[in-house]
C-alpha cells in the first residue's frame, strides 16, 4: 500500500460523509479527511477529486482542494531562471485570467491566458518557456512558441477558422481583443501580426470589417 505524505498531489474519490467534511478514498483503500473549509464547489459520491496533503495543528494528515496551500508556504524564488529559459510545471490552480502552475524546484509561475494552448487542467503537467521573472521571485511563462514560429501557428489557425466557414469570418485587424481572445485565443497584437502575414502573401484579403479567403466573393452572411 502507497503511503501518503505531506506536499503530494493526488486523485482521490469521494467516499463518504463526515461532520467536518468528507471522507476521501485511493485504490489503495488510504482514507483521509477533506475538511469543509477546504473543499472547493459541490461534491458527490464516488466523484474523484484533485487533492493535496498537509498536516494540520494536531499532526493529522489532511487533504485540500486549494492546492495553492500545499505549495505557497514552501515555494521559492525562481533565482535560478532567466527570460527564455524552457520549464515544466503542475497546473494548481485555473482562473478567468490564466493557470498558475508549480515546478520540481518549488518554483511558482503564471500563464497568462494569452499565452496558454488550450485549457489545461489542475494536475495536468505542462512546458513552456520563461518570459518575465518578477521582483517577488515568481515568473511568468507561456506555452506558445516564439513569435517568428507563433505567427506559422496563428497564421494556420486563423486559415482553419476561415475554411470551418466557408471562407469569411466577421473578424479582422479592427475587431476588439476581447472578442479575438475569446474567437481565437489570441492577443490583439499575435493575431494582426498573423493577419499580416497572410494578407502579406496573398492568402487572405479585407473589406469592411469583414476577413475571406483570397478569390472568394466578398459577401456578409
Known amino acids: 500500500?502507497?503511503?501518503?505524505?505531506?506536499?503530494?498531489?493526488?486523485?482521490?474519490?469521494?467516499?463518504?460523509?463526515?461532520?467536518?467534511?468528507?471522507?476521501?478514498?485511493?485504490?489503495?483503500?488510504?482514507?483521509?479527511?477533506?475538511?469543509?473549509?477546504?473543499?472547493?464547489?459541490?461534491?458527490?459520491?464516488?466523484?474523484?477529486?484533485?487533492?493535496?496533503?498537509?498536516?494540520?495543528?494536531?499532526?493529522?494528515?489532511?487533504?485540500?482542494?486549494?492546492?495553492?496551500?500545499?505549495?505557497?508556504?514552501?515555494?521559492?524564488?525562481?533565482?535560478?531562471?532567466?527570460?527564455?529559459?524552457?520549464?515544466?510545471?503542475?497546473?494548481?490552480?485555473?482562473?478567468?485570467?490564466?493557470?498558475?502552475?508549480?515546478?520540481?524546484?518549488?518554483?511558482?509561475?503564471?500563464?497568462?491566458?494569452?499565452?496558454?494552448?488550450?485549457?489545461?487542467?489542475?494536475?495536468?503537467r505542462v512546458s513552456g518557456r520563461v518570459t518575465f521573472v518578477r521582483d517577488d521571485g515568481r515568473f511568468n511563462m507561456s506555452m506558445r512558441p516564439l513569435k517568428e514560429v507563433g505567427r506559422i501557428t496563428d497564421a494556420e489557425r486563423i486559415l482553419e477558422f476561415l475554411r470551418q466557414r466557408d471562407g469569411v469570418m466577421p473578424y479582422s485587424d479592427e475587431t476588439a481583443p476581447e472578442v479575438i481572445l475569446d474567437k481565437f485565443g489570441l492577443s490583439k497584437s499575435a493575431f494582426k501580426r498573423a493577419l499580416g502575414k497572410l494578407l502579406k502573401e496573398g492568402q487572405v484579403e479585407q473589406d469592411k470589417g469583414w476577413t475571406y479567403l483570397k478569390g472568394r466573393p466578398q459577401k456578409g452572411e
Open 1 to 124: 500500500m502507497n503511503k501518503l505524505e505531506p506536499g503530494q498531489i493526488v486523485k482521490m474519490q469521494v467516499a463518504g460523509e463526515h461532520q467536518m467534511g468528507l471522507w476521501l478514498e485511493d485504490e489503495d483503500g488510504n482514507r483521509v479527511l477533506l475538511p469543509l473549509k477546504n473543499i472547493k464547489g459541490r461534491l458527490k459520491k464516488y466523484e474523484e477529486v484533485l487533492v493535496g496533503f498537509y498536516l494540520d495543528k494536531k499532526g493529522r494528515l489532511t487533504a485540500t482542494m486549494k492546492l495553492e496551500n500545499v505549495f505557497l508556504p514552501d515555494s521559492k524564488p525562481a533565482e535560478d531562471l532567466k527570460r527564455g529559459d524552457t520549464v515544466t510545471g503542475m497546473v494548481y490552480n485555473l482562473t478567468p485570467f490564466g493557470a498558475f502552475v508549480v515546478t520540481p524546484e518549488k518554483y511558482i509561475g503564471h500563464i497568462p491566458k494569452v499565452d496558454m494552448i488550450g485549457e489545461p487542467q489542475p494536475g495536468q
